[in-house]
T-cell receptor
Framework: AQSVTQPDIHITVSEGASLELRCNYS??????LFWYVQSPGQGLQLLLK??????LVQGIKGFEAEFKRSQSSFNLRKPSVHWSDAAEYFC????????????FGQGTRLTINP | DTAVSQTPKYLVTQMGNDKSIKCEQNLGHDTMYWYKQDSKKFLKIMFS???????INETVPNRFSPKSPDKAHLNLHINSLELGDSAVYFC?????????????FGQGTRLTVV
């Protein structure tokens, strides 16, 4: 079955430090991969997506992610975090067996220390 | 203009009541979804409609009934509300055809059943 694992439930980093959020997926075909961010009390905003082509994708707010097929990973990175990056981050894979749905990881809560 | 809008944003109701959540998208997408986010922030799809036709129904109790009057609207009606229905419900939309299956999410409706 298709699944997404985000191994880190909660990560704390200092403002200005670099960030990497991990995402591993299980999927039988070429996946479409997404990272969404959810700020407190807000909806989900798409940070970036991978469909095909260049395995390093750039997103909004200075985020990037790298697709590594051999490791079934799609880790999210940012060179220098800002206090406003504190939020919940979700990795997702889709579509699933042609059905237009996303399967989400359990999320990683990011806390920023001043 | 808001791309995917849900109303209400907050809903507090007693057990046994019937309630509806409305969703509208102005992106011209042909597919709409309802996702449920539980208290542990886990997101799971409930329903998907394509051009007003139900295409995904993920083992959701039949107390939940989606209705799509046109492809820009997908409402969620819940009968006989239970405590376990308390969650945040997200509406989303995407374009089914073509390569871009990026989903846009609404702000969510926080349902509290007391």
């Amino acid at each position: 079955a298709q699944s997404v694992t985000q191994p880190d439930i909660h990560i704390t980093v200092s403002e200005g430090a670099s960030l990497e959020l991990r995402c591993n997926y299980s999927y039988g075909a070429t996946p479409y991969l997404f990272w969404y961010v959810q700020s407190p009390g807000q909806g989900l905003q798409l940070l970036l997506k991978y469909f095909s082509g260049d395995t390093l994708v750039q997103g909004i707010k200075g985020f990037e992610a790298e697709f590594k097929r051999s490791q079934s990973s799609f880790n999210l990175r940012k060179p220098s975090v800002h206090w406003s990056d504190a939020a919940e981050y979700f990795c997702a894979v889709g579509p699933i067996q042609g059905a237009q749905k996303l399967v989400f990881g359990q999320g990683t809560r990011l806390t920023i220390n001043p | 203009d808001t791309a995917v809008s849900q109303t209400p944003k907050y809903l507090v109701t007693q057990m046994g009541n019937d309630k509806s959540i409305k969703c509208e998208q102005n992106l011209g997408h042909d597919t709409m979804y309802w996702y449920k986010q539980d208290s542990k922030k886990f997101l799971k799809i409930m329903f998907s409609y394509n051009n007003k036709e139900l295409i995904i129904n993920e083992t959701v109790p039949n107390r939940f009934s989606p209705k799509s009057p046109d492809k820009a609207h997908l409402n969620l009606h819940i009968n006989s509300l239970e405590l376990g229905d308390s969650a945040v419900y997200f509406c989303a939309s995407s374009q089914r055809t073509g390569m871009n299956t990026e989903a846009f999410f609404g702000q969510g409706t926080r349902l509290t059943v007391v």
